[in-house]
Nanobody, 123 residues
């Protein structure tokens, strides 16, 4: 699965961004999808995940209530709507795909990764 994330940029604290991740695969609907991020000098961390059908979503505590993950299987795309952004959200955001049996917040569960898109939140 080839993944390409885009939509990052520079935004002021309190602002919003929507990230998109397009997948080049015929069977996108069988993949669970996740978003991870890596801030400068820190390890990659889980942000959000969505099951293959979109019926289940998961978030790390720090983004719960501010970020929303969604998917459109007809467009082979997963989204991350980010509201009320904070400077500590600054990171490179990566989308990832898991074929089956994933542990949603474990990076090792994901088989394919996009290159990442940079989100910078200024104070």
């Amino acid at each position: 699965v080839q993944l390409q994330a885009f939509g990052g940029g520079l935004v002021q604290a309190g602002g919003s961004l929507r990230l998109s991740c397009a997948a080049s695969v015929r069977t996108f609907s069988i993949y669970h999808m996740g978003w991870f991020r890596q801030a400068p000098g820190k390890e990659r961390e889980f942000v959000a995940a969505i099951s293959w059908s979109g019926g289940n979503t998961y978030y790390t505590d720090s983004v719960e209530g501010r970020f929303t993950i969604s998917r459109d299987n007809s467009k082979n795309t997963v989204y991350l709507q980010m509201n009320s952004l904070k400077p500590e959200d600054t990171a490179v955001f990566y989308c990832a795909a898991a074929a089956r049996g994933y542990v949603y917040n474990h990076a090792a569960s994901y088989n394919s990764w996009g290159r990442g898109t940079l989100v910078t939140v200024s104070s």
